[in-house]
């Protein structure tokens, strides 16, 4: 499967994807560098499990802090965070601005694409059964920067409608998720969502509609952006045999990973956990 299949706006960034991808196919051992956080963990998940799926020799390194870790092999050394200075040996994987046209007028709208987007569609492109299950985590590098906090990200919005439109994945409103978790929503009367969610299915689409939006209206007076409120509220993304939806999966995974008294431990079992899985237990 071809990245550009499912999201052609990204053509901006494949030949980068390709140098690297050729890179990748002529080292005898990649070497994949990453840090215990979430962004980085799900990035090389993508190509741990493309690498898996095509039998390509790499190690796995997780370390505190990229600036402690000294590459001293001939391998292709690639990392998911900051690193200078870099060697040929050696690649990072970064974010990167594109355009994309949204609305039925197809106004372009410039936004960047996060690390754990480039790694997924270095993945694609790599190929593998292990890669497609984890798509719909393409999405968690957008939804984990802080922009969503600010402003609307068109990028995650157009990576998000294209893998609805291709079938992988539901958007529904918090009213229709099991179990959604709460932490991102501090205020919210969790009494009146219960309530709803017992109802939902037996009210119409206008008090369903009054109902989310009295909801919403004591989070207006909060830090919460709005643009990120939108989605917590109107456009939860679900998957066909999911038990938790996809923002829930990342607040939970972010809270165990902080909290861990062992950090690189939790971390690779995380990463064994979502190549085995496909999404974030």
Not at 84 to 91: A, C, P
Not at 134 to 149: E, F, Q
Not at 185 to 205: A, F, M, V
Request: charge should be negative; glycine fraction near 6%.
């Amino acid at each position: 499967m071809e990245p550009l299949d499912i999201f052609p706006f990204l053509s901006e960034i494949k030949p980068e994807l390709d140098f690297i991808e050729s890179r990748i196919f002529s080292a005898e051992l990649v070497t994949l560098v990453a840090e215990p956080k979430l962004g980085q963990l799900i990035s090389l998940s993508f190509i741990e499990a493309s690498f898996l799926d095509n039998g390509i020799l790499y190690n796995r390194k997780l370390v505190e802090n990229i600036d402690d870790f000294k590459h001293t092999g001939e391998n292709l050394c690639i990392y998911f965070c900051g690193q200078s200075n870099l060697r040929d040996s050696e690649i990072r994987i970064t974010p990167k601005e594109l355009s994309v046209e949204l609305g039925q007028d197809k106004t372009p709208r410039v936004g960047k694409l996060d690390i754990v987007g480039m790694s997924a569609c270095l993945a694609l492109m790599i190929g593998g059964e292990r890669v497609e299950n984890l798509l719909v985590l393409i999405l968690a590098g957008n939804w984990l920067d802080s922009n969503l906090d600010y402003t609307y990200d068109p990028v995650f919005t157009s990576l998000r409608d294209s893998l609805k439109s291709e079938g992988f994945v539901s958007i529904v409103s918090i009213g229709e998720v099991n179990e959604p978790d709460l932490m991102e929503l501090p205020g919210i009367n969790s009494i009146e969502l219960n309530l709803l969610r017992s109802e939902w299915s037996k009210i119409d689409l206008n008090e369903q509609s009054t109902r989310l939006s009295n909801l919403v209206k004591p989070l207006l007076t909060t830090s919460i952006g709005v643009a990120r409120l939108e989605e917590l509220i109107w456009h939860r993304i679900v998957v066909h045999g999911w038990d938790v939806d996809l923002a829930s999966q990342f607040s939970r995974a972010q809270r165990e990973l902080t909290s861990s008294s062992n950090k690189l431990v939790s971390a690779s079992r995380l990463i064994d956990s979502i190549i085995v899985n496909g999404y974030i237990n």
